[in-house]
């Protein structure tokens, strides 16, 4: 399909919320897509799932995908997503919003629980808000309006895997900092054991901890414990 009309790109600027920044995101990306990076970095043998109920849509989608390297693993169904998703592992999913026994709602929720790292984006033929707004809360990272463009397709794609990427090199940097940190509860007093027991009941709680103690006493070591691991 071509460019969007002058009147769907007005409505577009005046739609609220989710589709305004859907729009708005798509028109950078757009631009970014031209880049050759995009294109090198989408050539890392990277894999992905595409769950729609049409089987032309998946030909067409898993066609682009492979035209640039990727991986691709294909189901028409919730029940053949999950088990997909446990078998092939894969980098980021594609799902259409109208599956054989579901929807693409139902499946975001089913998904995060088998993996939550894993990028989700919906694709739909529908120009919903409502619909964007919900995939949202249940867990997906864009929402693309069907057909799409190759070049938009790639570069969201781009962007939820460097987002995903980003956030496991971050999860790995905090358990590196947690594992090589002095541990404050080291030995067998009484006193030590209680110190553990009233930490690791407050470590998870919103409220403010008071540290209080004679110099010397271990407080930084300790707080600096609290906040690695709250």
């Not at 305004?20 to 970095?41: E, G, K, N, P, Q």
């Not at 492979?66 to 980098?91: N, W």
């Not at 995060?112 to 949202?136: G, K, N, S, Y």
Request: glycine share 6%.
């Amino acid at each position: 399909t071509g460019p969007l009309s002058l009147g769907q790109t007005r409505s577009a600027i005046r739609a609220p919320g989710p589709l305004r920044l859907y729009f708005r995101t798509v028109t950078m990306l757009c631009a970014d897509a031209t880049h050759a990076r995009v294109w090198s970095w989408c050539m890392a043998r990277k894999k992905l799932l595409i769950v729609d109920d049409d089987a032309g849509s998946r030909a067409g989608l898993r066609d682009v995908l492979e035209a640039r390297g990727f991986e691709v693993g294909e189901a028409d169904s919730c029940a053949a997503a999950c088990e997909l998703t446990v078998s092939l592992q894969p980098d980021a999913a594609l799902i259409g919003h109208r599956l054989a026994d579901g929807d693409a709602l139902q499946l975001l929720a089913q998904l995060r629980e088998i993996d939550r790292d894993v990028p989700l984006v919906v694709l739909t033929a529908h120009d919903a808000i409502d619909l964007a707004v919900q995939a949202i809360k249940e867990g997906a990272e864009h929402f693309l309006i069907k057909p799409v463009q190759p070049p938009v397709l790639l570069a969201v794609l781009e962007r939820v895997l460097e987002h995903r990427r980003v956030r496991r090199k971050q999860a790995a940097h905090h358990a590196r900092e947690r594992r090589d940190s002095i541990d404050p509860f080291r030995g067998d007093s009484p006193a030590i054991r209680q110190l553990a027991t009233e930490a690791r009941r407050i470590v998870g709680t919103e409220s403010p901890v008071l540290i209080s103690g004679e110099t010397g006493t271990g407080k930084s070591l300790l707080a600096s414990w609290l906040h690695a691991n709250g």
